[in-house]
């Protein structure tokens, strides 16, 4: 009997070692899946994706939304020890947040946990018109559009710039977001940005210039930018500009009749339209339109402040993108015979 006792302990130790082996095993199994879970990269084949996360959201909602696009197959327990042992449960922050290829889960809960939010960018294109722009902001779903139901008066009082006019008074420039940003809070960097941008360029302008005020700069280089995107003839036109205003001589520059004539500019100018007087047609009118007729970028803003020196009075389009310069009527008009009516001699 007391044999039988010793081998039913013996079996029982057995049994209890098979059992402890069995769950050390299974427990270092879990750690290192749990460990290979947290350094490999989520199935991410192509940049550009992002994951929300809501107000309140909870593991479980981020892990059904990885999952449901196939980038992890990991069960939520996985994803919340992780966070407990980054000392980030708790903290992950609401937002967008970008899937990149070779991310980690540990790399994600760290942006989550950090508020490193996904930044996205929205570009002000130089020339572009007032008009443009909101076009441009009210086609961006990742932004919030509190401007919608405003009118151009109505933005411009919520910038705080009641009564002025907007065109031409936005820069040109990469201004970045986050997701549920609102088009506003664009609009009023980008005419923080212009304004100290002016503010800034004004002092140093070039001596003499026919220009009473930075808004009047303003018009100018919105001219220049509409005239020429290169970069070596803008300060030469704007120089054109400048001598034609000094001698008062009309300026007689196509894009501002083009806006002064709206919506009715069909993609040509008949003489009828240069001969219709409206407060942009400078083929009629000495001196600058009343406004901007785009948004000029620093360069053209540059180049109105600090024209290049010289006699020229003329330019006429190459029609590669380029201009022929003359000084005199006479050589204008031969060059307007040669690269406009083809008759070159």
Same mark, same amino acid.
């Given at each position: 009997?007391?044999?039988?006792?010793?081998?039913?302990?013996?079996?029982?130790?057995?049994?209890? *070692?098979?059992?402890?082996?069995?769950?050390?095993?299974?427990?270092? &199994?879990?750690?290192? +899946? &749990?460990?290979?879970?947290?350094?490999?990269?989520?199935?991410?084949?192509?940049?550009?994706? @992002?994951?929300?996360?809501?107000?309140?959201?909870?593991? #479980?909602?981020?892990?059904? +939304?990885?999952?449901?696009?196939?980038?992890?197959?990991?069960?939520?327990?996985? &994803?919340?020890?992780?966070?407990?042992?980054?000392?980030?449960?708790?903290?992950?922050?609401?937002?967008?947040?970008?899937?990149?290829?070779?991310?980690?889960?540990?790399?994600?809960?760290?942006?989550?946990? @950090?508020?490193?939010?996904?930044?996205?960018?929205?570009? %002000?294109?130089?020339?572009?018109?007032?008009?443009?722009?909101?076009?441009?902001?009210?086609?961006?779903?990742?932004?919030?559009?509190?401007?919608?139901?405003?009118? +151009?008066?109505?933005?411009?009082?919520?910038?705080?710039?009641?009564?002025?006019?907007?065109?031409?008074?936005?820069?040109?420039?990469?201004?970045?977001?986050?997701?549920?940003?609102?088009?506003?809070?664009?609009?009023?960097?980008?005419?923080?940005?212009?304004?100290?941008?002016?503010?800034?360029?004004?002092?140093?302008?070039?001596?003499?210039?026919?220009?009473?005020?930075?808004?009047?700069?303003?018009?100018?280089? @919105?001219?220049?930018?509409?005239?020429?995107?290169?970069?070596?003839?803008?300060?030469?036109?704007?120089?054109?500009?400048?001598?034609?205003?000094?001698?008062?001589?009309?300026?007689?520059?196509?894009?501002?009749? %083009?806006?002064?004539?709206?919506?009715?500019?069909?993609?040509?100018?008949? #003489? @009828?339209? *240069?001969?219709?007087?409206?407060?942009? !047609?400078?083929?009629?009118?000495?001196?600058?339109?009343?406004?901007?007729?785009?948004?000029?970028?620093?360069?053209?803003?540059?180049?109105?402040?600090?024209?290049?020196?010289?006699?020229?009075?003329?330019?006429?389009?190459?029609?590669?993108?380029?201009?022929?310069?003359?000084?005199? *009527?006479?050589?204008? !008009?031969?060059?307007?015979?040669?690269?406009?009516?083809?008759?070159?001699?």
């Amino acid at each position: 009997m007391r044999s039988m006792k010793v081998r039913g302990i013996a079996l029982w130790r057995v049994i209890l *070692l098979a059992v402890l082996l069995a769950l050390i095993a299974t427990g270092s &199994w879990l750690w290192f +899946d &749990w460990a290979r879970f947290a350094r490999t990269p989520l199935a991410i084949p192509t940049a550009g994706q @992002s994951i929300d996360v809501a107000r309140g959201a909870s593991f #479980k909602d981020i892990v059904r +939304d990885l999952r449901n696009r196939k980038a992890s197959r990991a069960s939520p327990l996985y &994803w919340r020890l992780l966070a407990m042992q980054m000392h980030a449960s708790g903290r992950l922050h609401a937002g967008e947040y970008a899937l990149r290829p070779g991310m980690t889960p540990r790399d994600l809960i760290g942006d989550m946990a @950090s508020g490193k939010v996904m930044q996205r960018n929205f570009t %002000i294109v130089d020339g572009w018109t007032f008009a443009d722009l909101r076009r441009a902001l009210a086609s961006v779903d990742t932004l919030t559009h509190d401007t919608a139901s405003m009118d +151009d008066a109505g933005i411009m009082k919520q910038l705080g710039a009641e009564g002025d006019n907007p065109e031409g008074r936005f820069l040109p420039e990469t201004y970045a977001y986050v997701k549920g940003d609102t088009d506003s809070s664009i609009l009023k960097r980008a005419y923080v940005a212009m304004t100290k941008t002016l503010d800034a360029a004004w002092p140093g302008r070039a001596q003499g210039l026919p220009l009473a005020s930075p808004y009047e700069a303003l018009i100018l280089a @919105s001219i220049v930018e509409k005239e020429t995107g290169r970069a070596d003839e803008r300060p030469r036109i704007a120089g054109v500009f400048v001598r034609r205003l000094q001698q008062r001589i009309l300026l007689q520059t196509d894009p501002t009749v %083009i806006y002064g004539m709206g919506a009715a500019y069909a993609g040509n100018i008949h #003489k @009828s339209d *240069l001969t219709t007087d409206t407060p942009y !047609n400078t083929y009629m009118r000495v001196g600058l339109p009343p406004t901007p007729i785009a948004l000029p970028g620093r360069a053209a803003i540059q180049a109105a402040l600090h024209p290049a020196e010289g006699k020229e009075l003329y330019f006429v389009a190459r029609g590669d993108g380029s201009h022929v310069f003359s000084s005199t *009527l006479e050589e204008h !008009n031969r060059a307007v015979a040669c690269y406009q009516l083809k008759r070159c001699q």
